[in-house]
């Protein structure tokens, strides 16, 4: 069952450059990610976001338009593309650092949609921050709301000023997924499931937590269910996280259990539900680990 989809995020170009100097460059953004790999699982796809009409732009707007993504009408900007620069050391690892102006455009929304996704700055960043929430307050009478903090530390700030933004929108969202990695970060905790389990206590119907290599683990109304990870030949993980929140929105989707009027079902799914959505994010997932880049995988590649 397809369902129509509004993300709400930042859409900019990730600049690489290795140890040695090379240099590539390539679309990127976590709810670009999620907005890609939705429209390529079958869902039409809206995102509001902000571009500059520039040669960077230009190649997000052939990304999103080769995998079917509609950019909303004031998505496009007489402005510079924002980037995120990251430096690879000879390990492999990256320092960031990020040329990003977050100040979107809400005009020209598509009506009638059954889910809102938002996702990393978007969220939490100034001035646009507000907008996003704006946007959610406004859907969640008719929508489900999603949500996944998808922190950039070096971007964000002192996780301590970041909670209660990151907070505000888990409290209007219905499902909420973050990596073990960012609620540790959000919380200087090692006690990460309690604070994830905590989240429905404002408000979601389902809270979610990958944990890497030790698969993932949802709760709801339910109770706490575990999923193993889905073993598989690792390439890179980039976009990985963000394939496994399009993950669980096709399933809710696939089963019937999306749109406001569909709350109290989303509520009461049972733990065997449950099970199944967090196995079908982790297969999806799997398959964009399993080659590089943020490449999710098409509706007509699953078997």
């Given at each position: 069952m397809?369902a ?5 995020g ?7 450059v290795?140890?040695?100097g090379v240099?590539?460059?390539?679309p990127?953004?976590s709810?670009?990610n ?5 429209s ?5 796809t ?5 571009i ?7 190649a997000i707007?052939?990304?999103l ?10 998505s ?7 980037t995120?620069?990251a ?5 492999g ?7 990003l102006l977050?100040?979107p455009?809400?005009s ?5 949609i059954?889910?809102v ?9 100034d ?15 008719s929508a ?9 530390p ?5 996780p ?9 929108s ?16 959000l ?15 404002l ?6 937590m990958t944990r890497?290599a ?10 706490r269910?575990?999923?193993?990870p889905v073993?598989i030949?690792?390439v890179?993980?980039v976009g990985a996280?963000?394939t ?5 929105l ?10 406001a009027q569909k709350?109290?079902a989303?509520a009461?799914?049972?733990s ?8 079908r994010a982790?297969?999806?997932a ?5 080659r590089a880049?943020?490449n ?6 699953l078997s």
């Open positions: 397809n129509r989809f509004l993300i709400v930042e859409a900019l170009t990730d600049i690489v290795d140890a040695d240099r590539r460059e390539h990127g953004g709810p670009l999620v907005a890609v790999a939705l390529r699982l079958g869902h039409p809206d995102l509001l976001t902000r500059g009409n520039d040669a960077r732009g230009d707007r052939a990304h338009e080769a995998s079917g993504v509609r950019l909303t009408a004031g496009s900007v007489a402005a510079p593309t924002s995120a620069l430096q690879l050391d000879v390990t690892a990256a320092t960031y650092e990020f040329d977050w100040d455009d809400p020209g929304l598509p009506a009638q059954e889910a996704h938002t996702s990393s700055i978007a969220a939490v960043l001035p646009g921050a507000s907008t996003v929430l704006d946007v959610l307050r406004s859907r969640r009478e489900t709301i999603s949500y996944d903090p998808n922190a950039r070096s971007l964000m700030g002192a301590e000023l970041v909670r209660e933004r990151v907070e505000a888990i409290a209007l969202s219905d499902v909420v997924k973050a990596s073990d990695e960012d609620v540790a970060w919380y200087g905790t090692d006690d990460v499931e309690d604070v994830v389990a905590s989240w429905r206590e408000g979601p119907a389902l809270t979610v890497g030790e698969g993932a683990v949802g709760f709801a109304e339910s109770g269910v575990q999923v193993s073993v030949d690792a890179d993980t996280g963000d496994f929140s399009a993950g669980i096709d399933a809710l989707a696939a089963k019937g259990l999306l749109g709350r109290p989303l009461a799914m049972p065997v539900e449950v099970a199944s959505l967090l196995r982790a297969a999806l799997a398959i964009t680990v399993s880049g943020a999710p995988p098409w509706s007509h590649e």
